[in-house]
């Protein structure tokens, strides 16, 4: 059989949308079947995946009980067919299908990735030479474009109400009020959806931000300009001015970095730590995935704790926690998608 890359899972979500556009769920939904049926193989649910999904099974209603069991007792496709049934009949979802499994190589995942028979597909499939990760993010259009100002407003408004419940951002404002934080520097901005939230969100404090990418930073500025919400010179492109002359006085309270460091060989990582360390930043709040695809290195605690470690960086607090099935998101129970993270926020101090 064919190796099988998770790079292939773009493409297959693409076309999976286009059908789903076209001919309806039932369609697509048969089709995501008949795929799974191919690409299966003989590929096994983990023990502990398994463990966890029978135990929630217990408690989960008709028809969500039967969808559960048929992927706890190695029947994924089974489990698929039967949560698709319960999504076509407009049965609302069980909230227990966001819990985590705690443990083996689905840590992290709630319930509902592990009903869809394409995710163990796609988490055993190669996810590519971590080598050229950096140089994926450079080079990919879909990253380096522009957006228009329409998209921009509304990129940050979807953004806001899909994190309004995000345990992470929960955690981030409790780290900002208990360390009467007052700077804080989002590494990283992208299309200024974070900094656009900080800013409304804390008024009263010096919020930065900055991107390797021109057209994010001047994403980032002019979403805020479009907000009415803070300074666009307080944007910086990281690269393009000295590292001295982009950070503020007083220094850094925090820096965020919502799903930055996977977009880094260890290296890059290790010299990014460092100048946070001397620049006298205090701690560092981050959002991670330890799975790997082709534009993520993923880096489970373990492996993150050295590199850190060698920067002057101490791991504080750190939690998985469940990606929100929203409506948008109901398909994905079924359909391939390009990845399936497993979110976690991760806190480090200075040592």
């Not at 099974?57 to 009980?65: G, I, M, T």
């Amino acid at each position: 059989m064919t190796q099988i890359v998770k790079s292939d899972f773009r493409r297959l979500t693409r076309q999976a949308k286009k059908m789903l556009a076209e001919r309806g769920p039932a369609a697509c939904y048969v089709a995501a079947f008949r795929l799974a049926r191919l690409m299966a193989d003989s590929r096994t649910v983990p023990a502990e995946t398994t463990m966890a999904l029978l135990d929630a099974a217990e408690h989960a209603p008709a028809p969500w009980r039967r969808a559960i069991e048929a992927a706890g007792l190695g029947s994924p496709e089974e489990s698929g067919i039967f949560a698709a049934a319960a999504l076509l009949e407009g049965v609302e979802p069980w909230s227990g299908l966001g819990r985590l499994i705690q443990s083996g190589p689905d840590a992290g995942h709630p319930i509902w990735h592990a009903l869809n028979p394409l995710y163990h597909v796609w988490r055993d499939a190669w996810p590519g030479d971590p080598a050229k990760v950096p140089g994926a993010w450079a080079s990919n259009s879909a990253v380096t474009r522009g957006r228009s100002d329409q998209e921009l407003i509304e990129g940050a408004r979807k953004w806001a109400v899909e994190h309004e419940d995000c345990p992470a951002l929960h955690r981030l404002q409790t780290l900002i009020a208990h360390r009467s934080l007052k700077t804080i520097l989002d590494f990283g901005c992208g299309y200024g959806e974070m900094a656009t939230w900080l800013e409304g969100q804390y008024p009263g404090l010096d919020i930065f931000a900055c991107d390797a990418l021109p057209a994010r930073v001047d994403a980032t500025r002019r979403c805020l300009d479009l907000a009415g919400l803070g300074n666009a010179d307080d944007v910086y492109q990281c690269g393009a001015t000295p590292w001295r002359e982009i950070l503020p006085t007083p220094p850094i309270d925090v820096v965020t970095m919502f799903r930055v460091t996977g977009c880094m060989d260890d290296e890059h990582l290790r010299r990014l730590l460092e100048q946070f360390r001397d620049a006298d930043v205090r701690w560092i709040f981050e959002t991670n995935v330890p799975d790997s695809w082709d534009m993520w290195i993923g880096r489970k605690v373990a492996e993150a704790e050295p590199i850190f470690a060698r920067a002057g960086w101490a791991l504080a607090d750190h939690a998985f926690y469940a990606e929100t099935l929203t409506p948008a998101r109901l398909r994905d129970m079924i359909l391939p998608a390009k990845s399936w993270p497993a979110a976690e926020w991760r806190v480090w101090r200075r040592a």
